[in-house]
């Protein structure tokens, strides 16, 4: 039976915040709660009728609460299969009640590290029963509920009100997947800790390539899982690929909805993310991203305007996209949005009363971005090895133009340029953009010539209406010929930004001139390949 109705839950938590609204969910149902410790005595305040664990198991806790859950009734009641005649059997002759929801959030073992802590204190943060029960729930999610995060209490409360108190498979899948990622990625950062002054340190200076035997142990460790926890995701590119995420995604969202990001969301939301990095002061900013490329981008006076106005740049590309503000989503925004199908929206935070609007579809992805570092270093493999380079770092601004035409660019036309280089730098080479000040206009991506790619452009703008005279061109490589120039000039662009850098730039300059176009050169060259 794939749709199961909650009936007992055990509740575990280190933080009690946030839990309030889930509390009540399963009070209105009716489920029985059951819990220890902190968390008996918050949902007690709550005014919930708690069991404790230790009237459940005829057991108290003991060694100062380091054992607590770990009891043959809480784990049968957890464990036992609902649809195996001899589980049901066992579980009526050893009086083990179902426990159909298991909700824990595990002591601050990272936290308590970041926070300098004596090693001891260090220890007492290991998580035994949390992450014993976590595991347990998770691998007989096709009857248990399981909720490893905080950050998944307000999508559960949603999730148990659409469906009465009630569960599909699907769901306990999605949040057991989850719940396996929260305890990898818990136990790595343990394993971390606890290698730091041996020997097992020296495994980060074997090659990249190879696996890093465990000095003393027999088995293989993956270099990445030295820094990384590893999520199982969906599969890769395609059905046919496996596929793993190594990382720590915690650290750079909150998922507030929808389901797991496979491959190819992880790939377009690492692209969104990096270009919306070009617009984080100023105007408010909104881009969809299909593919790892912008089809829409925009600046405006409010978000629901440079949404709009992005949206407006390539409706049809923007279909199952994703996208990414830079502003806090209000009501209005997201009344626009919901309009849209889409796969990820990112945002840095969402009113209060648009998140309802914008959680009214299942699968939609919201993720809560949080401020972060990002490395220096960009790391690909490649043939039978792997390729490091320096991340793209340098963005042009108008100090950075060098005016070669007999026209200097307007100071519009000057920002219209800036806003089209930073596009420009993330999109697929060969490209050209198109852009007024503020507004995409269109782009050609991925060509394998640069007359294509500004061809590709122009058609796309005069396909959704847009009048390109006085519109402006930013190429990310150099014009080896004044080909390019010579066509942006007869469709009406009236400036141009290109890094330069061509023994023929002298005759780009010259169709410029003789067109009355300004051009200007930035000496930085952005392929993206």
Do not use: W
């Amino acid at each position: 039976m794939s749709s199961r109705p909650i009936r007992a839950a055990l509740l575990s938590v280190y933080h009690k915040d946030r839990l309030a609204p889930l509390v009540q969910v399963l009070r209105q149902h009716g489920v029985t709660l059951y819990s220890t410790g902190g968390t008996q005595k918050f949902l007690e305040e709550e005014g919930a009728e708690v069991t404790a664990v230790e009237n459940l198991t005829g057991f108290p806790e003991v060694f100062g609460g380091r054992v607590k859950t770990l009891h043959p009734k809480v784990f049968g009641g957890i464990l036992y299969r609902r649809h195996d005649v001899g589980d049901l059997a066992e579980a009526e002759q050893h009086d083990i009640p179902p426990i159909d929801l298991v909700v824990v959030d595990l002591y601050p073992f990272k936290e308590t590290v970041a926070s300098g802590a004596e090693e001891q204190d260090v220890i007492e943060k290991i998580d035994i029963g949390g992450i014993s029960l976590l595991r347990a729930a998770a691998k007989n999610f096709r009857d248990v509920l399981v909720v490893s995060s905080r950050d998944q209490y307000a999508a559960v409360t949603e999730l148990l009100t659409a469906k009465n108190g009630a569960t599909d498979l699907d769901d306990r899948r999605h949040y057991a997947a989850a719940a396996f990622a929260t305890t990898s990625h818990y136990d790595t950062e343990i394993f971390k800790y606890m290698r730091q002054g041996t020997s097992l340190a020296k495994a980060n200076e074997v090659s990249t390539t190879e696996s890093a035997a465990v000095p003393g142990s027999s088995f293989l460790l993956p270099p990445s899982s030295l820094a990384a926890a590893p999520i199982a995701l969906r599969y890769g590119e395609n059905p046919h690929q496996a596929g793993t995420f190594y990382g720590d995604l915690a650290a750079l969202f909150d998922q507030l909805h929808g389901k797991q990001l496979s491959y190819n969301n992880l790939v377009d939301v690492d692209a969104a993310v990096a270009l919306m990095a070009e617009f984080t002061d100023g105007a408010p900013a909104c881009a969809i991203l299909k593919h790892t490329n912008a089809c829409g981008v925009a600046q405006a006076a409010t978000l629901r305007e440079a949404y709009l106005n992005a949206l407006s740049c390539d409706p049809t590309s923007a279909f199952g996209g994703v996208i990414i503000v830079n502003k806090e989503v209000d009501a209005a925004t997201a009344a626009e949005l919901n309009q849209l199908f889409f796969e990820v929206l990112i945002a840095p935070s969402f009113a209060a009363e648009a998140l309802p609007v914008l959680q009214s579809k299942k699968n939609r992805i919201l993720l809560l971005q949080k401020p972060v570092e990002f490395p220096q270093k960009q790391i690909k493999t490649l043939l039978n090895g792997i390729i490091e380079q320096d991340a793209d770092r340098q963005t042009e601004s108008a100090d950075d133009f060098r005016v070669v035409s007999q026209s200097a660019p307007t100071a519009e036309e000057t920002e219209a340029l800036v806003f089209a280089g930073k596009i420009c730098k993330h999109t697929k080479s060969n490209t050209i953009v198109l852009a007024r000040a503020g507004q995409l206009l269109a782009s050609g991506v991925g060509q394998t010539s640069r007359v294509d790619a500004l061809r590709q452009a122009i058609e796309k703008a005069r396909a959704f209406g847009f009048d390109l005279h006085g519109a402006v061109m930013a190429s990310d490589a150099f014009f080896p010929f004044p080909d390019c120039v010579e066509i942006a000039g007869a469709a009406g662009i009236r400036a141009v930004v290109q890094p330069g850098g061509s023994i023929k730039d002298a005759d780009s300059t010259k169709a410029a001139d003789e067109l009355g176009m300004a051009m200007v050169l930035t000496g930085t060259r952005h392929f993206k390949h």
